[in-house]
């Protein structure tokens, strides 16, 4: 046996042969590779390389043209995401944050998470019969909710907060809440897709310790982001697409120095000048 931690390293999300068409456009081309349960994996690359392609194949937004999705939590048998519609994928330990905020901005802060946890609220009522027979467990499931919206505001530093609308907070408080209401959902997986759009470099930086926290407590995550100071600071494992294929699998300090990611970039760079010309 080593010691070596990657021969340990158990998946949590495994993407296989993962192929997305739009008509004629193949916008992921065979994509394989594992998240590891525990760690952060980013998923970069150049404008249009496939990454919300395939952030969307993984949420359920989209049904993959080929390939599986496959998640592993742990000690349970692995669910195949890939032919699951999306609120079954939500409800398998899937919770994603969007690249546009997503939040009910008429409800308060601590409302928009008990939303968030509906699901586990109605099954503490029987569904509604439960109630009728008198037998409803819904004051407990209540409470707990509320203590673990209230653990989440704080986590994200928006206790002040939590009795103002959604709406009416600054544009990185609504960020921070929307991971707030993803993590309520109690996720063994938690997808972002570009959480530091948009945030000022403080705001970056306790996006990123947020982030490391909620890996500190046990929940693997998977983002796609822009920001390269955040993925290299925080990532595990960086994957990278290029044109829908996958280019690099590697650790961050790995694929900054790999001549094909540098060259997908650079060659971005091109592209863009092309456009312009
Ligand atoms: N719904 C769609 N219908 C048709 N083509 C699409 C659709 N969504 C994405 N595409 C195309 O698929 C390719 C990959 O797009 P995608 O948005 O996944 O890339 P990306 O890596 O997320 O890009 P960016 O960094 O600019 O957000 C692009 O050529 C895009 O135009």
Redesign the pocket.
Known sequence: MTGDRRVHREMILEVANLTMR??G?T?VSAVSFAASRGEITAVI??????????FNCITGFYRPTGGAIRLHRANELPVDLHLLPGHRIARAGVARTFQNIRLFPGMTALENLLVAQHVKLMAATGFGIGAVLGLSRYPKAERQAVELARQWLSATNLLDRADDPAGALPYGAQRRLEIARAMCTEPALLCLDEPAAGLNPRESDELARLLLEIRGQGTSLLL?E?DMGVVMRISDRVVV?DH?KLIADAAPAAVQGDPKVIAAYLGEGDEDEEAEA
């Open positions: 739009f008509g456009l916008a690359g150049p404008n249009g390389a496939g990454k919300t392609t395939l796609i822009h697409l829908g």
